[in-house]
């Protein structure tokens, strides 16, 4: 059998995503910017495709900017956010310690230009506290920046009411929502969210593009110099193709995403309750506040690269949830976050699921992991060594 549960990595685009994009990679090759018949065709497309992403996020289509990626995304709203606030004298920004790199790493480069960044902390189970945010705000806050879903740990941080908090205190608000968009309900108006951050292949699109949404009365300054496009603040000839099928894919996921949502958690249950069962295992994330999508792991004793490998030869494609992409040893920062020790961090397993996963798959995994986590940790030093230290090592390894 063969399992992908990788979907927070990236999404198999859809059928609607590619028939969208086909043809615009065909007849619709005008440049929107044209004046003549082809130009406006696929200008009409393009305005037809803002039209349809700012009506999922309950928008205005002038509100949505198209840009390369979600990365992109969130470095344009958070530089933008630090020199507005500079602006007006103020140089303090709110994050959390959870954040994805394209949050983490834009922070890191304001904090060596003189801005001072606030981490809050998220507690064992991955949320901020609305009474620390409110704690930290100070006159000179400019920004908060707090993510909707966390990629690895599924955590769905309360949104609308860290929003309200902002707008009360007169403090912009964005969110890096790349994990939320098309997998849990999503409102900009209701939410109360300023700048939002978005990419078309976490919900089935193409790869390459994503968009940012930016309230009206903010003066965004440009962020690539050049032409036009995007009212003048990203220039560069629109990418028709995957815009086309990036809306396509969104319209997709929103008309069926109370359906999605409940298929897609009723799944995730089952590999929680099945993987609970496995000894010295733990669950990471807040069980009130999960993703439909996202199971995060941690088995002591074991290497999560050992036991990607593993599944990968299993058919099943996962993550280890940890820095893996850097090619570093390092344990997910994430992880560390949730105040886990190193070499606990060191044995995650992320299975991120989808629509289009089925529960016979969710029962091949059950069927796969535990013997595979066992194996491992027969061969690992660190556990032998722990089940010598254990009041009673039958239950480690029943
Ligand atoms: C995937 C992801 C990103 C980056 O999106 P790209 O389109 O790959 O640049 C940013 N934030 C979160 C939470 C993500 O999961």
Redesign the pocket.
């Known amino acids: 059998m063969f399992v992908y549960a990788d979907n927070?990595?990236?999404t198999a685009m859809s059928k609607a995503a590619a028939n969208a994009m086909l043809p615009a990679m065909g007849e619709l090759y005008g440049n929107p910017s044209s004046l003549h018949q082809k130009g406006r065709e696929a200008n009409m497309a393009l305005m037809g495709a803002r039209e349809t992403i700012a009506k999922c996020l309950n928008a205005e289509p002038r509100e949505v900017y198209f840009t390369g990626?979600?990365?992109?995304a969130?470095n344009w709203a958070i530089t933008e956010g630090a020199r507005l606030g500079a602006l007006a004298g103020k140089r303090h920004i709110i994050s959390d310690t959870i954040e994805?790199h394209?949050?983490l790493h834009t922070l890191r480069r304001l904090e060596k230009q003189g801005f001072e960044v606030t981490y809050l902390p998220v507690h064992e189970n991955g949320m901020v506290r609305l009474d620390e945010l409110e704690a930290a705000i100070r006159p000179d806050t400019c920004l908060v920046t707090i993510?909707f879903?966390?990629?690895e740990i599924g955590t769905v941080q309360p949104i609308r009411e860290i929003g309200k908090l902002c707008r009360e205190r007169g403090v912009l608000f964005h969110t890096?929502a790349?994990?939320a968009v098309g997998h849990v309900p999503v409102d900009v108006a209701a939410d109360n969210i300023d700048m939002l951050?978005l990419?078309?292949?976490?919900f089935h699109g193409p790869?390459?593009v994503?968009a940012l949404y930016c309230k009206k009365s903010i003066r965004l300054q440009n962020f690539i110099e050049g032409g036009a496009q995007e009212r003048n603040k990203r220039g560069g000839t629109e990418a028709i193709p995957s815009i086309l099928a990036m809306a396509a894919a969104l319209k997709e996921s929103c008309a069926h995403l109370e359906e999605n949502m409940e298929k897609v958690s009723a799944m995730r249950d089952r590999l929680i309750e099945g993987l609970s069962e496995i000894p010295c295992s733990r669950c990471n994330g807040d069980p009130d506040h999960r993703a439909p999508g996202i199971v995060s792991f941690c088995f002591e004793g074991i290497e999560g690269e050992s036991l990607l490998l593993r599944l990968d030869l299993a058919g099943i494609c996962a993550s280890s949830g940890s820095a893996c992409t850097s090619g570093s040893l390092d344990p997910s920062h994430v992880l560390l976050a949730l105040g886990m020790p190193h070499e606990i961090a060191h044995g995650s397993l992320r299975l991120s699921l989808c629509e289009y996963n089925t529960m016979e798959e969710m029962d091949y995994i059950l069927s796969q992991l535990p013997d595979i986590v066992r194996t491992l940790r027969e061969m690992s030093p660190v556990w032998m060594h722990k089940l010598e230290t254990m009041e009673d090592p039958y239950l480690a390894v029943k």
């Open positions: 927070a990595a990236t990626c979600g990365t992109e969130d994805h394209a949050v993510m879903v966390n990629n890096d790349v994990q951050s990419a078309a292949h976490k790869k390459g994503g």
